[in-house]
């Protein structure tokens, strides 16, 4: 499938670890319809924990697959602006991203299907970079270009190797899948690296995946599995499983924050036990 | 008055607890311009309380009323996704409402002048919904739909005794009224459930309503009117009373949390004498 | 160069203190697609800090220079709602604002080349006004009135002596500039007043600005000059000094709040001994 821009119109979204008090993701949302009129801005998240690279890297993978053939993501969690890390442009089959080269667009990037990675050497003419401030200086002027028809070769030749965010793998053995809490979303549930994938090559889909299998935490409780967090209403203090729209297999307590009731942390152990 | 769909072009609001780090917005937002591409998105809040219906219930009464006729406004705060409550579409007088059974669009409806509900029985074609996620998996494509001009019946059929929130009414009795705080704002300011209409059936306009009568507090403190509180600019630990621009007695104190100073839990008790 | 509100479209951004929870801000997008449906509304940011009118001036500052030209700003932190204080209409070579007489456009105004100052006398007919909420019943009709092609003269007349921000400026003398912080952003960085201006004549523009002379925190503590903040990875304890993309000198620390580290409040000094 050929990357075709013409399909989506012009739609731009925006995803940083910015705030908006600041009045940076304004700037950037000028500068953007300063260059490309009719573009169709919208917001994915400006809240973003600062710098926090894996959890952008999140919430991109979740959205930007939604959004219709042809669109182009900017995100910026950069902690290390200025320094000598790339800009890139990544081509995959169904949408641009547009961002630093640090892990924040790789999970987005497999999502949409990657093809291919440019790093950005030139700006576009008439912009002078800040050093202190890509995200208005170089990103935004790059996604308005590329909104308006720009090939990403305009801005810099193909780079292989691009950072990869850390992506921990759960271990599978005899039966056993042993994982771990890679985030908690805003209530409180645990997002775990689990998929349906880990249990069996059969099982594609998240939505066929089989409930069943011993799920533990780390403490040795046993977690109940259910097909919504409803049906630990009656069960106030159980820690239900199932597997969420991302195709994850996800821990909560109904009506109240599983991360504050059970102290957990990111990276603590999940065990799926197929025989159990 | 019939439902005008065409005169609003194609508004569509969301409204929700979600936050916007997850990538839950974003991926509603993808999923409605995917459907629905001509679709003129405004967010109105996703920093709701997380399951806070009756403040998610208020934010849309205040918002969602004042859009041009025919928009949809779409609103997820929903603890209990997934267990048996049904999906509602309200059509009113002016707009149309899509979400959960559970109060959260009912306020909003009285405002828009209620019609009639719809329980949502089937996701529109080639969705698949997630038990885990109805905000992408069923109520945005559904939301989707009709703003593309899906009838309401197309999803489900008319239903009686919607879930309606609990919404405390003033004692009235010899000359007195009796009511209590609803809600906070973001300034600390407490907006109560006493309305003009509760004082006398003549002056159902709150902008003509008298600033006259005793109030108090619970704890016997005597409250000032003004007619803004700009007229407490020299009075810093005087309490203030106005009529606010949803026609609620609202109480403040001049640039300070009043909630803070004084405080104040939701159900607080206030009192308006009208001979006092 | 004239106003050319055709030049923009129809852009109009909003910034505000209201945060989205309570409705108030669906509440004025409502109103103003009522009034002018093909408005494309910006956010700018709603959650400048409760009544922080010299945040929410930054903020603006930074933002609505950045967009196309003939764009109408509506921004409202207003502390003195219902008082006795003005609104404004400012009319700038590249941009109209609207809001409170307190100084909170007075930075835009003078980055956009201010031309003139209305002061609000009449709403639009059919608005009536509440004393509470300017925001919606005043500044909101007046701005898509504006939008819809209104002369500012529409609504008042001119006025002198618009409410400044109070806006320290750095002494200079013998050699020395000292400044203060101005404010600090997200990520603990501390914006000062000092700009290349108050170096030399010579070198209006920032990207020029020379990286020379000892910065000094009033704790003695030396800056270390950086062209980014990358150059300070391998020195964890280091503050950093470099001119930011507004071309103000602005410190900062690796990967942390340097507001935090080191204590910092707005107000504190700065020197920069061009001789040191």
């Known amino acids: ?132 401030f890509d995200g208005l200086t170089l990103f935004a002027p790059v996604a308005a270009r590329l909104l308006l028809g720009d090939a990403p070769e305009r801005f810099g030749g193909p780079v292989e190797g691009i950072v990869e965010l850390p992506w921990p793998e759960p271990l599978r053995e005899a039966g056993q899948v042993e994982g771990e809490v890679l985030l908690f979303d805003r209530f409180g549930n645990a997002i775990t690296n689990i998929t349906p994938r880990h249990l069996d090559a059969s099982t594609p889909r998240h939505l066929d995946a089989p409930m069943s299998g011993r799920v533990q935490l780390a403490s040795g409780e046993s977690v109940r599995w259910c097909s919504h967090y409803g049906e630990l209403a009656q069960a106030p203090d159980v820690v239900g499983a199932l597997w969420n729209s991302d195709g994850h297999l996800e821990l909560a307590i109904f009506g109240d924050s599983l991360r504050d009731r059970r102290a957990l942390v990111v990276g603590e152990r999940v065990r799926l036990d197929l025989n159990g």
């Open 1 to 132: 499938m050929k990357y075709k821009p013409e399909v989506a119109g012009a739609i731009l979204t925006l995803t940083s670890d910015f705030g908006t008090a600041g009045g940076y993701v304004g700037a950037m949302k000028g500068c953007l319809l300063s260059l490309a009129p009719h573009a169709a801005i919208h917001d994915i998240s400006h809240d973003i924990t600062p710098h926090a690279v894996s959890e952008g890297a999140w919430c991109l993978r979740r959205a930007a697959p939604r959004f219709p053939q042809g669109a182009v993501h900017l995100a910026v969690v950069d902690p290390g602006v200025g320094s000598g890390r790339a800009g890139l442009i990544i081509e995959t089959e169904r949408f641009l991203l547009v961002g630093p080269d640090n892990g924040l667009l790789t999970l987005a990037a497999q999502k949409g299907g990657f093809k291919r990675a440019i790093a950005i050497a030139d700006s576009p003419p008439d912009w002078t970079r800040s050093t202190s």
